[in-house]
């Protein structure tokens, strides 16, 4: 990773404040963290100052770290670890980011970057002779469908060729920036295929298509509801799920597990895998508290706890009988000799 330092003392401005507008969406970003947790605000409060002056001033570092106190240290290991605060003088008019990651090499960054060099400056990190264009190589701003792009402050410029960028350059130089065409320079829509929508090509097509389903399902339906008997109306309504549904086992059962009385020690059931905080407050109503109740019951017991709890044959595919074998045996550590893990 590079190092990066602040700029040199001589173009370090003396003191910083947010305007007006800057400390109110300051104050509400503070205000999203609970109390005492208020450093947590630092990048976005360091983001306005950047909005704010278009690069981010040691007085800028220092203001913040006083509003959220916290050690200058601190905010300035912020600063000048993530790259996206610039330490130095950027373009008043226009910060040209270009996308060097491979998707947008192989598409022609390179070109791109030549362009910023004979029409900014060769290097980066500096501005032209009027302080109103500055440039940089960066990692991926995302659209690697769209390269080779540009990013320019917050809005990105894809589908670039070296004439489009220089075109665009010379209208921010312009001040008419707020007129460039955000987004694909190109015909295409956002990130669509270059060739044009492969798809859902027709919109009125589609809702034709659906209305006519819709139509043929409510005709269907009105030709059903009259064929049917006019008593059986009244149950068509009726739910099935809970008529399907099987009853859950009498708690007079007689393969009813039988329950004790809570002892001092209770197992932890929920070791046993496919036994949660739920499942195991219902077991200690039915009365089992230990792991070597669980660990004697019959099929016929089984079934009967399957059926109360719903599960549907889950104790015997998580075979909970020998789990509990196992944990009342030797707890954790005969169960991780049995099972080769650790229970969960």
Known sequence: ????????????????????????????????????????????????????????TKAAIEHVADMLGMPYIRALEVATFYTQFQLKPVGTRAHIQVCGTTPCMLRGSEEL????????????????????????????LGACVNAPMVMIFKDTYEDLTPERLAEIIDQFEAGKGDQVKTGPQTGRVFSAPLTGFTSLTDEKGVLKSTREKEAKATS?????????????????????????????????DKNRPAGIAKPAAVDDLKLISGVGPKIEGTLHELGIFTFAQVASWKKAEREWVDGYLSFHGRIERDDWVKQAKALAKGGEAEYIRVFGKKPV
């Not at 060099?117 to 991926?140: M, P, Y």
């Open 1 to 56: 990773m590079s190092v990066r330092r602040l700029a040199e003392a001589s173009v370090q401005p003396a003191s910083f404040a947010f305007n007006k507008a800057m400390t109110a969406q300051a104050k509400t970003w503070i205000n999203k963290y609970p109390k005492g947790r208020e450093q947590s605000a630092v990048i976005p409060l360091l983001m306005l100052a950047q909005e704010q002056d278009g690069w981010v």
């Open 113 to 140: 970057m030549d362009v910023c060099r004979s029409k900014i400056h060769h290097d980066q990190f500096h501005t032209n002779e009027a302080g109103t264009l500055s440039w940089e190589e960066v990692e991926c």
């Open 220 to 252: 269907k339906a009105a030709k059903a509801a009259a064929a049917a008997p006019a008593a059986a109306a009244p149950n068509v309504a009726a739910a099935p799920d809970k008529a399907d549904a099987p009853a859950k086992p009498s708690l007079d």
